[in-house]
């Protein structure tokens, strides 16, 4: 009697394991999902559509006053008149269209509201971050709980200081309100950036005799570029764009107003010219709208950097 041995049965290959941590795994998904062509196609769809009304506001602000009134701008293409009279008459004009002055006065406040918070929150984030003192850790939270108060609870508390130091209706009641208002963001944002320089750099240059100044100035200044440029255009674009603070601290001051005021005050004055206000709100958009374009890898890498790897 012969035994017939029965054939082995077949044992499926293993599926592969994929290699790496879950994190990065999972960062390599993402990144494939979003490189595929519906994500592409998508991403075009919300930017174009995103688009329009900026292009529209731009077609209308160089159309004649009288084509304006009779037709929309998206009649431009079949009647493509140009006229910069409209720009002409809001920044040299006179009265008040004129928003020439009220443009400068923005630059005088925004580069200060700025410069200064920068200064000092990174200061603060490192101390925070590599100075041990008692009480940090709780000072710490205390400038993190900051950010949930509303800027509209302190506007009157502020107003009464300033008048009280008779500083009120002059820049440095819009430098140090946008300083205040600014920190606890900045310093929360430089000091998480911070803590994920490695430790050892520090401690390599405490060995070669770096005191404080040192290490912040030489080391750790150059590393924190991304995001000290990442806060920089953030602050930039929120205090351009400010209305009620500087509605509530300067008013309609011709001297100190930013252009956001007076642009408030067109549309009240004038709010039928759509000629003049189209002008004016493009000429008030066009300054953020260029920074951001100009500067956004920056303003990417600063949100990024620290928070991930690879």
């Known amino acids: 009697m012969t035994t017939t041995t029965p054939p082995a049965a077949s044992i499926p290959p293993a599926a592969p394991v994929p290699s790496g941590n879950p994190v990065s795994v999972s960062a390599q998904t993402l990144r494939k999902r979003l490189a595929s062509p519906y994500a592409s196609l998508a991403a075009i769809v919300i930017a174009v559509l995103w688009t329009i009304p900026t292009f529209g506001l731009a077609v209308t602000s160089l159309r004649p006053q009288n084509s304006i009134r009779k037709t929309g701008w998206w009649t431009f293409f079949s009647d493509p008149t140009i006229t910069f009279d409209n720009y002409r008459e809001v920044l040299s004009g006179g009265g008040s269209a ?19 918070p920068i200064c000092l929150a990174a200061l603060a984030a490192y101390a925070f971050a590599w100075i041990d003192f008692p009480g940090r850790n709780v000072l710490f939270v205390m400038v993190f709980a900051l950010q949930i108060v509303p800027i509209q609870v302190t506007l009157l508390p502020l107003l009464k200081l300033y008048v009280q130091f008779h500083v009120a209706g002059s820049f440095w009641t819009l430098w140090l309100s946008h300083t205040a208002f600014a920190l606890p963001l900045a310093i929360f944002l430089l000091h998480n950036f911070m803590r994920e320089i490695p430790r050892e750099l520090l401690e390599a240059a405490r060995v070669d005799g770096a005191g404080h ?9 150059p590393l924190l570029t991304p995001a000290l440029a990442a806060f920089g255009i953030f602050q930039f674009l929120w205090v351009w764009n400010d209305l009620l603070v500087a509605l509530t601290f300067v008013g309609s001051s011709t001297s100190v107003a930013p252009i956001t005021v007076a642009l408030f005050n067109l549309s009240g004055t004038r709010g039928t010219a759509w000629y003049l206000l189209s002008a004016g709100a493009f000429v008030a958009i066009i300054v953020p709208l260029v920074v951001f374009v100009a500067l956004q890898r920056y303003f990417v890498r600063g949100l990024l950097a620290g928070g991930l790897k690879g």
């Open 213 to 221: 100044v040192t290490i912040f100035f030489r080391i750790l200044l």
């Open 98 to 116: 004129s928003l020439g002055g009220y443009f400068i006065n923005s630059f005088v406040i925004v580069i200060p509201a700025v410069i200064i």
